[in-house]
């Protein structure tokens, strides 16, 4: 198995652009976790899915995130517009079940830079 | 006041000794505890995984949780220059997860 595939790897843009993130999960996870990681802040869940539904964006901070799950395939995370203080490493995390008893498979995740 | 709380660290240690980690966390209703392993410029995975109190041992690794402190402890023998990587503490509530803001460790050859 591939495991949980993020791109792109690094990203740099300029503040005010959008920025896509997309995350593909391991085959047959049926959720599906996005995560802001700063020195700062730490790890944080911004946004969880569960069969393609979203159960619970109280993370997302603002507006100007938005995540969708169009497929038990493919998820993305969009930030519109964005800003410097969004610079962080994003991670994608899959599992099977949805209870807290099965792991979490995290993908490599996206290094976003906003000048 | 986060709901996994967790020395940042860093943490320094020769080679061979017995390292600690510890966080605390404050929802009586979590089940499940976890601890992950992240390496620099990669995501976390999985390390250690228990469910409600007690110990589990993995190895050179043990991992502890007090229910009745809200106490999760991951200790480490015989520590190794690989095992130098960030550890971050892991509790859930049904499927939301909560991570601490993980302990960098380095160990020195």
């Known amino acids: 198995d591939a495991g949980v595939i993020q791109s792109p790897r690094h990203e740099v843009t300029e503040m005010g652009q959008e920025v896509t993130l997309r995350c593909k999960p391991i085959s047959g996870h049926n959720s599906l976790f996005w995560y802001r990681q700063t020195m700062m802040r730490g790890l944080e869940l911004l946004i969880y899915f569960n069969n393609n539904v979203p159960i619970d964006d109280s993370g997302m901070p603002e507006d100007r995130f938005s995540a969708k799950m169009p497929n038990a395939s493919f998820s993305t995370l969009k930030i519109q517009p964005s800003e410097p203080r969004d610079s962080a490493v994003y991670f994608c995390a899959t599992k099977r079940g949805s209870t807290g008893s099965d792991e979490q498979f995290f993908g490599p995740g996206t290094r976003l830079t906003v000048l | 006041q986060k709901e996994v709380e967790q020395d940042p660290g860093p943490l320094s240690v020769p080679e061979g000794a017995i390292v600690s980690l510890n966080c605390t966390y404050s929802?009586?209703?979590?089940?499940?505890f976890m601890w992950y392993r992240q390496y620099s410029r990669k995501g976390p995975e999985l390390l250690m995984y228990t469910y409600s109190s007690g110990n589990k041992e993995d190895g050179r690794f043990t991992a502890q949780v007090d229910k009745s402190s809200k106490y999760i402890s991951l200790f480490i023998r015989d520590s190794q220059p690989s095992d130098s990587a960030t550890y971050l503490c892991?509790?859930?509530?049904?499927?939301?997860?909560?991570f601490g803001s993980g302990t960098k460790l380095n160990v020195k050859p």
């Open positions: 892991a509790s859930t509530n049904f499927n939301k997860f909560y």
């Open positions: 929802n009586s209703a979590f089940q499940y």
